[in-house]
């Protein structure tokens, strides 16, 4: 899984990743995005962009969001591989890991 999504996008969603990513792999759930782990091609282009810094190369995740490592996965379970977030549009689902009490 190349990039990854933390939680300092919960409840923002500016989406402005949305529109870099050349492959559209980048899907809306109810309260934060995911990066497709299968469709993400690691160009980067997402990563600058982000207004809230939430998006990390997975060997970047800081240690205390290393679950969303896992959970970013776990999203898209049940999806597959659409081959891209606008044929699907937004998912009314999240899998957001328990970070303690910041939720």
């Known amino acids: 899984m190349p990039f990854v999504i933390i939680d300092a996008c919960i409840d923002v969603k500016d989406k402005t990743c949305v529109s870099q990513c050349p492959v559209d ?3 809306e759930g ?3 995005m995911y990066i497709h782990p299968d469709e993400c091609i ?3 282009a ?21 679950p ?7 999203f898209f379970e049940g999806l597959g591989s659409p081959g891209g977030a606008e044929i ?11 970070l ?4």
């Open 25 to 27: 792999c980048i899907y």
């Open 30 to 32: 109810g309260r934060k």
């Open 42 to 44: 690691e160009c980067g």
């Open 46 to 66: 997402c990563e600058p962009v982000c207004p809230v810094n939430a998006i990390f190369a997975m060997e970047d995740v800081p240690a205390d969001q290393e």
């Open 68 to 74: 969303h490592i896992a959970s970013n996965s776990l």
């Open 88 to 98: 699907i549009g937004p998912q009314d689902r999240d899998h957001i890991p328990d």
């Open 100 to 103: 303690g009490d910041r939720w």
